[in-house]
């Protein structure tokens, strides 16, 4: 710690202050002899008011002191250890939990002396530890360098030891990570690199989501390892019923074979499945034989209610199409037969309807009010200025009562839903439908699918077109069964015509969420993620609120029921419940307003993590990229004293002087107010007592 006087003004203003002080002394003791005081005393009394207004004047030059600290910064060494479990699955696996660690401490203890030592694990996450358990579920190896850079940037690292086997299976490869550290990195080379007998099953390929009553594929990729000459047996199984059974060869030291199959959706849900491999003799791990997959199995039939003013054959031939289809269920009708409930229905088809005989209020009450879709076929029955009032998608200006014949004309630029080539080279071959002689206005979001052709003019009016919501669907013609029966003329079935109408059934039928208290939730969560779950309350205007309480009970596969309250967002509600050991959970949420209770209800799954079984052999190739890109080194355990060596040796790697300054202003310091109070008072004092003024 030093110390330094610095002000504004030139050096040689001190000497005007000194100047100052001996002129102001002189008047006051040697202008006038008749004081009495004695020349020894005069003197001494004059050096005293020489001093204080010295000093007074050098302080109005407002000087400040510069104190300037000094602190020396030790390099660190930042030790990473590896703590995820495929470090310990090797043979000497007691090693790494024992003499390994001792090793490791001795070693830091030993560069303590040059080195301020921090001994950190990463794997799941990235902390400081003093011992190790080996017990990562994941390794994330490039998250450490975003670590580093957060706990000690524009700190003095001297150099990072990484110890590990290499075997990363979460971010970005670590050499990409590193590419820009300031720093060496030295790796400590763990695990094996030889292969040894495992059979992995690497990979499940499967849809997330299926029908229900439909076959879905599943592709199971094995992997094994030294097992030339041996077999096993893949099996997959549901709630402990096997549901496929074969046997795999293994003809190399590293056989990878992708087995192919099909299983059934015969159960609602989300399903969970096992796929396992039976073990070979000798294996070195079993726990990676096995894994388990989920898929949502949908129940998907949507509800579809076909309403027609009148008898025609279009009714026949659009139930016929829909019923060869499993995903839906199809009532038709006349709208005067209908006594039922329009709340069970995803889709209603209206045929030439409003009609002068039936304006079909009601339904357009209903759909208005629960959102439900709408697909008018509008023929010579139709009651255009009723079908106007009731839809925002065409407008239609009949310009006289007759019909007109028109031809299909697809649409290359419609882009709601996509059709397969073979139905959209059928459009030119089709018969006429009738359609009214009229104008037509679409709505600005209008997608228009088919336009009409008349005679080889094709004009802009729209022959088939949806909103873009979704919400309503037109055609405008009626004679669509001449459809279906020149399909079958000219392919022997009727499967060009019913991918058309199964596509805008699809479109227009897609479930939509109209409940006003809806919660989300992931269905497949991992044990070590957060189970995290969505809510929104709406009042009968579809506003979001979020004032009264929502309850959420979550219940495991014994039974046991724990209570939840969900917290409010700005608008919403929200929940993390924290980690779930494996298995399969329901939950149920609830909440009362405006004096009606609701309630929704789910399921999700926790999967075991066990991805660190899938990769035993030790990667030391990406441990010596790393090194050497750093200008590191890679070492072996028992190589401490030359790790150490090396890293004494580096001249780039030295102690970090830091210099701190402080001003001070010295008119501030109390020690010169006493001072220049001192010198008053004694001069005060001895001026008094001699007897002067």
């Known amino acids: 710690m030093d110390f330094n006087i610095i002000f504004d003004y030139p050096f040689w203003f001190i000497l005007l202050c000194l100047v100052t002080g001996i002129i102001y002394s002189a008047i006051l003791y040697y202008r006038n002899n008749k004081d009495g005081f004695g020349k020894i005393l005069k003197t001494v009394l004059a050096v005293f008011r020489f001093l204080v207004v010295s000093l007074m004047a050098f302080l ?163 992997e094994a390892f030294e097992s030339s000459g041996l077999n096993s047996r893949l099996t997959i199984t549901h709630d402990g019923n096997e549901l496929f059974s074969e046997v795999v060869e293994f003809t190399s030291n590293h056989h990878i074979e992708t087995i192919s199959l099909y299983l059934d959706a015969d159960q609602a849900g989300m399903l969970r499945y096992e796929a396992s491999f039976s073990p070979v003799p000798d294996e070195v791990s079993l726990e990676n034989n096995k894994r388990s997959f989920f898929v949502d199995v949908i129940d998907g039939r949507q509800q579809v209610l076909m309403l027609a003013n009148s008898p025609h054959p279009d009714v026949g031939a659009i139930k016929k199409s829909l019923e060869d289809n499993d995903h839906y269920e199809v009532e038709a009708m006349l709208i005067t037969d209908f006594e039922g409930s329009l709340e069970a ?241 329901q939950w149920e949420a609830r909440v009362i307003f405006g004096g009606e209770t609701f309630e929704e209800s789910g399921v999700f799954t926790i999967s075991a993590l066990d991805i660190e079984s899938l990769q035993t052999i030790a990667n030391h190739t990406l441990l010596y990229q790393l090194a050497d890109q750093t200008g590191g080194a890679l070492f072996f355990p028992g190589q401490w004293d030359e790790m150490g060596v090396h890293l004494n040796n580096r001249d780039d790697i030295r102690q970090r002087l830091y210099v701190h300054r402080e001003y001070i202003e010295i008119v501030n310091m109390k020690l010169l107010f006493f001072i220049i109070l001192f010198f008053l008072a004694i001069e005060w004092f001895v001026r008094k007592r001699s007897g002067g003024y």
Do not use: C
Request: charged residues 20%.
């Open 60 to 222: 109005l030059l407002s000087p400040l002191i510069e104190r300037r600290m000094y602190e020396v910064e030790e390099p660190l060494l930042l030790f990473l250890q590896d703590n995820s479990t495929s470090v310990a699955m090797v043979r000497d696996s007691a090693y790494y939990r024992t003499g390994y660690q001792e090793e490791i401490n001795s070693f830091l203890n030993l560069m303590s002396d040059d080195f301020d030592t921090r001994l950190y694990g990463f794997g799941e996450e990235f902390s400081l530890i003093d011992t190790f358990d080996f017990s990562g579920r994941v390794t994330h190896m490039s998250q450490v360098f975003r670590e580093i850079d957060a706990r000690y940037s524009n700190r003095n690292i001297g150099a990072v030891i990484m110890a590990g086997d290499g075997i990363f299976n979460r971010g970005i490869n670590p050499v990409f990570a590193a590419s820009r550290v300031p720093y060496p990195i030295y790796t400590v080379a763990l695990g094996d690199t030889l292969p040894r007998r495992d059979v992995i099953l690497s990979t499940v390929n499967h849809n997330r989501i299926t029908y229900l009553e439909n076959r879905f594929p599943v592709e199971v990729t094995v």
């Open 345 to 585: 229905y995803d889709l209603i088809i209206l045929h030439q309807l409003p009609s002068r005989q039936n304006l079909a209020r009601e339904v357009f009450d209903h759909a208005r009010e629960h959102q439900t879709a709408i697909l008018f076929i509008t023929g010579s029955q139709t009651d255009l200025d009723a079908f106007n009032d009731s839809q925002q998608l065409l407008n239609i200006q009949p310009r006289s009562q007759e019909l007109t014949e028109v031809l299909p004309e697809y649409n290359r630029g419609f882009v709601y839903f996509s059709l397969q080539e073979t139905s959209v080279n059928l459009f030119p071959l089709l018969p006429p439908l009738f359609a009214p002689f009229a104008t037509y206005e679409a709505a600005s979001d209008a997608g228009v699918m088919m336009y009409q052709k008349v005679g080889q003019v094709v004009t802009e009016q729209p022959l088939i077109l949806f909103s873009g919501d979704g919400q309503t669907g037109v055609i405008t013609g009626e004679g669509i069964w001449r459809w279906r029966l020149n399909t079958f003329m000219r392919h022997g079935d009727h499967s060009p015509f019913d991918e058309i109408l199964s596509r805008i059934v699809q479109y227009l039928s897609i479930q939509k969420d109209r409940s006003r208290f809806r919660v989300s939730s992931g269905q497949l969560v991992y044990e070590n993620e957060s189970v995290l779950f969505d809510a929104e309350l709406y009042n009968r205007s579809f506003e979001l609120v979020n004032d009264p309480e929502v309850q959420l009970f979550i219940t495991n596969e014994e039974g046991v029921e724990l209570p939840y309250v969900m917290s409010r967002t700005s608008n919403a509600y929200r929940l993390d419940a924290g980690t779930f050991t494996p298995g399969n959970y």
